[in-house]
């Protein structure tokens, strides 16, 4: 069976899956581009806000997220590091 994913695999997927939306993402559509049920998804997401990575916008009933520039910079340095895991990893 495949490798267990870590959080911070999880938070870049749901920053990812949001991006690829430009007018929003809603978390429905976000729960499964992820695979993560909603329940657990929201709090994740709500992290993701209160770091500065997401914004939203609508009432409690349909909600959208965008990614932030600072979610994108965290995109950018977050899978340079991962590239750069990977290779020192396969070189040792």
Same mark, same amino acid.
């Given at each position: 069976?495949?490798?267990?994913?870590?959080?911070?695999?999880?938070?870049?997927?749901?920053?990812?899956?949001?991006?690829?939306?430009?007018?929003? &993402?809603?978390? #429905? +559509?976000?729960?499964? =581009?992820?695979? *993560?049920?909603?329940?657990?998804?929201?709090?994740? %997401?709500?992290? $993701?806000?209160?770091? &500065?990575?997401? #914004? +939203?916008?609508?009432? =409690?009933?349909? *909600?959208?997220?965008?990614?932030?520039?600072?979610? %994108?910079?965290? $995109?950018?340095?977050?899978?340079?590091?991962?590239?750069?895991?990977?290779?020192?990893?396969?070189?040792?």
């Amino acid at each position: 069976m495949g490798s267990k994913r870590s959080r911070a695999d999880i938070y870049a997927t749901v920053l990812e899956v949001i991006r690829k939306y430009p007018e929003g &993402g809603r978390i #429905t +559509r976000i729960s499964y =581009g992820v695979g *993560v049920p909603v329940d657990r998804l929201k709090t994740m %997401v709500d992290s $993701l806000y209160s770091y &500065g990575l997401l #914004t +939203r916008s609508g009432d =409690g009933n349909e *909600v959208y997220y965008w990614v932030t520039p600072r979610g %994108v910079e965290f $995109l950018d340095t977050y899978w340079k590091m991962k590239g750069f895991l990977a290779t020192f990893g396969e070189k040792s």
